[in-house]
């Protein structure tokens, strides 16, 4: 069995201050790592016009650039509100959706 020396002390503190070193900037990694970054607006945006380019032109289109915190159930999360409008039979028919800021999925959408 060893005996902690004089000698064999700096050591095993240097050692452990090590440890505790990277343990602490393992974490800070992780949540920087792991931290939720949204989705530009403008960029939803684009997408949602692209979508709706499919099927006919467009005549104008909005998104609130500002998150708005939304709850459904067990989803929690931050999202955006925006809009479509275009001629449907002669006549201006506007759309809304809502999108996840993060991920940007549309997670509604319907007519107005």
């Given at each position: 069995m060893a005996c902690k020396t004089k000698e064999t002390t700096?050591?095993?503190l240097a050692s452990g201050l090590l440890f505790g070193a990277g343990l602490t900037c393992g974490y800070f990694l992780h949540k920087l790592i792991t931290k939720k970054k949204t989705i530009h607006g403008d960029t939803i945006l684009k997408y949602v016009k692209?979508?709706?380019?499919?099927?006919?032109p467009i005549e104008g289109s909005w998104?609130?650039?500002?998150?708005?915190?939304?709850?459904?159930?067990a989803l929690k999360t931050d999202v955006y509100y925006g809009g479509i409008s275009r001629i449907e039979e002669d006549q201006l028919i506007q759309y809304e959706f809502i999108a996840?800021?993060?991920?940007?999925?549309i997670l509604d959408l319907y007519r107005v």
């Open positions: 700096p050591y095993i692209h979508l709706f380019l499919k099927e006919g998104i609130e650039l500002q998150k708005v915190p939304l709850q459904r159930f996840d800021a993060y991920t940007g999925s």
